[in-house]
Nanobody
Framework: QVQLVESGGGFVQAGDSLTLSCTASENEYPMGWFRQAPGQDREFVAATNWDGSTTSVADSVKGRFTISRGDTKNMVFLYMSSLNPDDTAVYFC???????????????WGQGTQVTVSS
């Protein structure tokens, strides 16, 4: 069982930047970020393979969000810039046995961290 803990969420203004962090209890799992806004399905945001050499971001955040791994490989970061109200959601970190953009591939999930963007 992999434990995941997210941090870094908060309340920001449109145009601001924010970095989310996720710490895993084990190293070398492919990891991803997903988000869920009220009344909407959980959607893919970004993913990285086990060492950070391969990454992917959703088209909706491309050019604004970047995913990266820490040197110890058990931490993953989501750098978010040019935030807008549509980015308001609970952001979840997840770990999977394979690199994937699909939520169904992820076996372990954090509790989520709220990001609220005000206009």
């Amino acid at each position: 069982q992999v434990q995941l803990v997210e941090s870094g969420g908060g309340f920001v203004q449109a145009g601001d930047s924010l970095t989310l962090s996720c710490t895993a209890s084990e190293n070398e799992y492919p990891m991803g970020w997903f988000r869920q806004a009220p009344g909407q399905d959980r959607e893919f945001v970004a993913a990285t393979n086990w060492d950070g050499s391969t990454t992917s971001v959703a088209d909706s955040v491309k050019g604004r969000f970047t995913i990266s791994r820490g040197d110890t490989k058990n931490m993953v970061f989501l750098y978010m810039s040019s935030l807008n109200p549509d980015d308001t959601a609970v952001y979840f970190c997840a770990a999977a046995p394979i690199y994937s953009r699909h939520a169904a591939s992820y076996l372990f999930w954090g509790q989520g961290t709220q990001v609220t963007v005000s206009s």
